[in-house]
């Protein structure tokens, strides 16, 4: 998991437990990465993240403004939002679908093959193959794409893509019931994995582009939502 992903999910933490408020101090940058285990420097990488995030503010010196203070909640409340949106029929399926078309082709086109996100993308498409289980599928299917996203790299954008991709993975899910054959479908959505991940090795961005814009939109096609995309 990045960095400033696992520091974001202990705020998360923290602010759930009570343990840390908004307007709260996070621990000098030493105790957190002894806690978190992980490196100063990632530590820090991961406050730079999260204060262009607007989740964070970092002050310098000492005094009353000095340290990290949380200054509102982390861009998972957005992924719990979308959740509860989508769930309740407030926010269009179609709106999610479309922005995340344009989240993904965007990271497709720029990711750099020889990115190590990409052999994590690899490694998780080979765990896929052995996989008959749509629940399990669709969470490989999740960080798939979180890998390919990564690999452009483009920390903000990563972010974004994890909270709104991860918002819909149970949306998602639930389509499977629409589908005639999961088998088939899986097998499509192999097949269909296997040609990004080849175009961005292979230095085509626009083919990795138009591929995942296709791959996306033809599952909630299939699904039954294709009218409304």
């Given at each position: 998991?990045?960095?400033?992903?696992?520091?974001?999910?202990?705020?998360?933490?923290?602010?759930?437990?009570?343990?840390?408020?908004?307007?709260?101090?996070?621990?000098?940058?030493?105790?957190?990465?002894?806690?978190?285990?992980?490196?100063?420097?990632?530590?820090?990488?991961?406050?730079?993240?999260?204060?262009?995030?607007?989740?964070?503010?970092?002050?310098?010196?000492?005094?009353?403004?000095?340290?990290?203070?949380?200054?509102?909640?982390p861009t998972a409340a957005l992924g719990s939002a979308l959740r509860l949106h989508v769930?309740?029929?407030?926010?269009?399926?179609?709106?999610?679908v479309q922005t995340r078309v344009l989240l993904e082709s965007w990271a497709a086109a720029?990711?750099?093959?020889?990115?190590?996100?990409?052999?994590?993308?690899?490694?998780?498409?080979?765990?896929?193959?052995?996989?008959?289980?749509?629940?399990?599928?669709?969470?490989?299917?999740?960080?798939?794409?979180?890998?390919?996203?990564?690999?452009?790299?483009?920390?903000?954008?990563?972010?974004?893509?994890?909270?709104?991709?991860?918002?819909i993975q149970d949306y998602a899910g639930r389509l499977t019931g629409n589908l005639p054959?999961?088998?088939?479908?899986?097998?499509?959505?192999?097949?269909?994995?296997?040609?990004?991940?080849?175009?961005?090795?292979?230095?085509?961005?626009?083919?990795?582009?138009?591929?995942?814009?296709?791959?996306?939109?033809?599952?909630?096609?299939?699904?039954?939502?294709?009218?409304?995309?």
């Open positions: 998991m990045r960095t400033h992903r696992v520091v974001l999910q202990w705020i998360e933490e923290q602010l759930s437990s009570g343990q840390l408020r908004v307007g709260g101090r996070l621990p000098a940058e030493r105790t957190l990465a002894e806690q978190l285990g992980v490196s100063r420097t990632s530590v820090r990488e991961a406050i730079r993240i999260l204060e262009a995030l607007g989740v964070v503010r970092a002050g310098v010196g000492s005094g009353p403004d000095a340290g990290t203070v949380v200054i509102s909640e769930a309740t029929s407030h926010l269009p399926v179609a709106d999610i720029r990711a750099l093959p020889d990115s190590p996100a990409l052999a994590e993308a690899a490694s998780l498409l080979e765990q896929m193959e052995g996989s008959g289980d749509p629940e399990e599928f669709l969470a490989l299917d999740v960080r798939f794409h979180l890998a390919l996203a990564d690999a452009a790299g483009n920390v903000v954008v990563s972010a974004m893509m994890g909270s709104l991709r991860e918002s054959d999961w088998a088939a479908t899986a097998a499509r959505l192999r097949q269909e994995h296997r040609g990004i991940l080849a175009a961005i090795t292979g230095h085509d961005g626009a083919a990795a582009a138009r591929l995942v814009a296709e791959h996306i939109e033809g599952y909630y096609a299939e699904a039954g939502l294709g009218g409304s995309l």
